[in-house]
């Protein structure tokens, strides 16, 4: 019996995705500071700029700036220009012992609409001249509230593109195991030495080779957005070109022998060398070297502080759905190619 | 007037086909798309613009990527598709 | 065993009676050497280890790449009536192993006559090079056989090569770069796990592969 439900559950899973990933709001952060440093002392005045903050809604703000657990200084007095925008006084004590000349500290703001705003080493403090009043405190004094609204988290040069999660970064796993299919189709060919397992391997690795070319150039447009430079050979980009350029060799190879019995068999033997050597390229090599990734040079990995259980709730179903719909196009591929192979074995088309 | 707007609309059409017919222009003017979007947002990098949109607009011309990617493919493949049956149909 | 040896020892015969190869491959080497050096004249630390696998690279695919291509024609049957294929890939490999390794040792000698060289860790140096040699010639050995399969061998081979030596390229050059004395981040010891790992699997694959590319 031919199985269809699942390309019926795969366009599903990616209209959910289409659908929460871009409806869901993002949670309330902070753009930018300024001045963005100071001396310590009293009556510093800081002008913020917030995203998706509603300041004007509530009665009572605080307004936070964090050393570290220890050293945390309520603002003095502040007024809210409009829900993007406060200004906030502090009286600024002086550095703790042993602190270095100048420090970063982290402006927190709650509440700030459906949760916490955050932005870290929004300040860079210096020691001033001036005696203050003010005097650090610790973390537990105030009761910021562990977020329970639905919403993705702020990052701040990352902002709404945050939701690039479930489609590029979805898409390069779905990449992974279309490849990873294909690569299993290739040893069945070699155990069975039927063809119709090499003809589904090159129509796995023809989808394999769409996605990786889709994650490349989505990830340039964001890269362009948030890095600045939509190619900055950044080690995970170079070794995603170079799979590529593995996978375009693959055709090349298969493309320049004749015999089909010996193209097929030679296509399989390098398809599997192909994918053995793509793990060292995609995941081995990239955390050696920094990276502007996640997950290398000592950036947080997936699964870190980037991928946050609501974002989970869509990012694994996303790597799901884009399998799915990678699968069916392969499977409409690889009847087109057995179409086309026995069209051919009977001399009736000279494609 | 019109017979010839007509007969130019077509010439163009058919200048639009026979370009897209060669393979390598066609990989060109994809490749050439990409870029000149890519030029036109890294553009528009103002802190302000940010700030009113939150780069909603990078998520959407990756959406519209991927799901043009996937619908170019079944496109082309549907034109193999076509000309196989037209073979098929001569003998 | 003896199988394995006495077919090294044929491959060797077989280089050596045909003096081009071998003295081709050193004045490609030596012609290589004297480009950079002129080029050049002051080179620094991380240019010349960038430079020396780079070198590595092109004398590494022009000596492993042509090797194979004797085995073709009426000695291919020959051989397949005598020997079995997981022998002769062993023999193949290492042969080319130990090619390689010379060849990276006279890269070394060549250019450090002409430059001083800025290698601190000498002995790190050679172990650098004797496994980045192990994992060209697992990884080249499989490539030309592949590669042999179509019509146009050499081209092939050069495409369907490069990106498949590249992660093991990258890593020699990281490996290189601490016995020169620039810490590049991390521990050495990480990197030749990393190169034998992959080692273990292309050898693994290599030698599972092999026996349907034989075949005709």
């Known amino acids: 019996m031919r199985l269809e439900w699942w390309k019926y559950l795969g366009i599903a899973i990616l209209l959910y995705t289409l659908l929460f990933g871009m409806l869901v709001p993002l949670g309330p952060g902070i753009v930018e500071v300024s001045p963005s440093q100071t001396n310590t002392g009293p009556g510093q005045e800081f002008e913020v700029w917030g995203y998706n903050t509603r300041f004007s809604q509530f009665e009572k703000l605080n307004v936070v700036l964090k050393l570290d657990d220890n050293h945390c200084v309520l603002a003095r007095e502040y007024q809210v220009i409009s829900d993007y925008r406060l200004k906030a006084i502090f009286d600024l004590p002086a550095l703790p012992e042993g602190a270095r000349s100048s420090e970063f500290a982290t402006l927190i703001i709650y509440p700030a609409g459906t949760g916490t705003a955050i932005l870290p080493s929004a300040v860079s403090l210096k020691e001033g001249d001036g005696d203050s009043s003010g005097a650090w405190v610790p973390e537990s004094q105030f009761a910021f509230d562990r977020n329970t609204s639905l919403h993705f988290p702020y990052r701040n040069i990352l902002m709404e593109s945050i939701r690039n999660t479930y489609f590029h970064v979805a898409l390069w796993f779905a990449m992974m195991f279309i490849l990873g299919a294909s690569m299993v189709y290739s040893i069945r060919y070699l155990r069975s030495g039927l063809l119709d397992w090499d003809l589904k391997a090159n129509a796995y690795a023809q989808v394999g080779i769409l996605i990786g070319c889709l994650g490349i150039t989505t990830g340039m447009i964001w890269a362009a957005n948030t890095w600045g ?24 190879l298969r493309s320049s022998i004749e015999d089909q019995e010996k193209r097929a068999r030679t296509g399989a033997a390098y398809n599997i060398f192909a994918f053995a050597t793509l793990i060292p390229l995609l995941y081995v090599v990239p955390r050696l070297v920094d990276s502007l990734h996640p997950g290398s040079g000592g950036n947080p990995a997936m699964g870190g502080e980037d991928l946050d259980n609501t974002m989970r709730l869509v990012f694994y179903p996303a790597i799901i759905g884009w399998t799915l719909l990678g699968t069916w196009v392969a499977q409409l591929t690889f009847r087109y190619l057995k179409i086309l192979y026995l069209m051919r074995s009977r001399n009736l088309t000279e494609q | 007037m019109v017979r010839h707007l007509e007969l130019y609309l077509a010439h163009l059409k058919n200048g ?76 | 065993m003896t199988q394995i040896w006495s077919l090294i020892r044929k491959d060797w015969m077989i280089e050596w009676r045909l003096k081009y190869a071998l003295s081709g491959l050193l004045l490609y080497l030596i012609t290589l050497v004297f480009v950079i050096v002129i080029s050049f004249q002051q080179i620094s630390g991380p240019v010349w280890n960038v430079l020396y696998w780079i070198l590595f690279l092109f004398v590494g695919m022009n000596a492993v790449l042509k090797s194979y291509q004797q085995e073709s024609g009426q000695r291919k049957y020959y051989f397949q009536q005598l020997i079995d294929p997981v022998t002769l890939l062993i023999s193949k490999t290492l042969y080319n192993i130990v090619l390689l390794f010379l060849a990276a040792l006279l890269i070394y000698l060549l250019l450090s006559v002409f430059i001083e060289s800025p290698v601190q860790h000498y002995a790190l140096f050679l172990g650098t090079v004797a496994a980045v040699s192990v994992s060209f010639g697992i990884c080249l050995t499989f490539i030309s056989i592949v590669a042999n399969q179509a019509a146009e061998s050499a081209t092939l081979a050069v495409i369907i090569g490069f990106p498949v030596l590249l992660p093991v390229l990258i890593t020699g050059v990281r490996m290189s770069a601490f016995t020169i004395g620039m810490s590049m981040g991390g521990e050495i010891e990480g990197d030749f796990t990393i190169l034998f790992a992959i080692d273990l699997l292309l050898l693994g694959l290599s030698l599972w592969l092999f026996p349907f590319l034989w075949k005709d």
Do not use: C, H, P
């Open chain 1, 229 to 252: 430079k939509a190619w900055s050979w950044d080690i995970k980009q170079t070794m995603a070109a170079v799979a590529m350029l593995i996978y375009l060799a693959y055709f090349v």
């Open chain 2, 16 to 91: 639009f086909r026979s370009f897209y017919k060669m393979r390598i222009s066609r990989v060109l003017s994809v490749i050439m798309l990409v870029f000149s979007t890519q030029l036109l947002w890294g553009q528009s990098q103002t802190l302000d613009y940010y700030r009113n949109s939150g780069k909603i607009y990078v998520v959407v011309a990756v959406i519209v990527l991927s799901f043009l990617g996937i619908v170019l493919f079944l496109i082309n493949l549907d034109r193999r598709m076509r000309k196989m049956e037209k073979d098929l149909n001569q003998k």
